[in-house]
């Protein structure tokens, strides 16, 4: 079972940026993982996919995001990144990253991994 922990959360005024990583915590790691992502805690309390990135480097945006952040990742080490850029009050929230195993659909199914989350406070 992977352990991953997020890192990087923070508070910024509006028009900042923020760069979060997601590694796993211990020495294990899943040389299955197929996809990874960021969801972030809407005020439903459920989590809203953010961004996602498959081993093929294929990449989804929430819509609220798109050209603003940017994915990036290692899978094979499990590793990856998030570079939020003009940050919004509206993007304040907590961040998980999680990852996919390649016996779950990254489209339609949860992921079988999540980190603790981070928050991200985007304020004047």
């Known amino acids: 079972q992977v352990q991953l922990a997020e890192s990087g959360g923070g508070s910024v005024p509006p028009g900042g940026s923020l760069n979060l990583s997601c590694a796993p915590s211990?020495?294990?790691?899943?040389?299955?993982?197929?996809?990874m992502g960021w969801y972030r805690q809407a005020p439903d309390n459920k989590r809203r996919l953010v961004a996602r990135i498959t081993k093929e480097r294929t990449t989804t945006y929430a819509d609220s995001v798109k050209g603003r952040f940017t994915i990036s990742g290692d899978l094979a080490k499990n590793t990856m990144s998030l570079y939020m850029n003009n940050l919004e009050p509206k993007d304040t929230s907590v961040y998980y990253c999680c990852a996919w195993r390649a016996t779950s659909d990254h489209e339609t199914e949860a992921p079988d991994y999540w980190g603790q989350g981070t928050q991200v406070t985007v304020s004047s």
């Open positions: 211990g020495t294990i790691f899943d040389q299955y993982i197929t996809a």
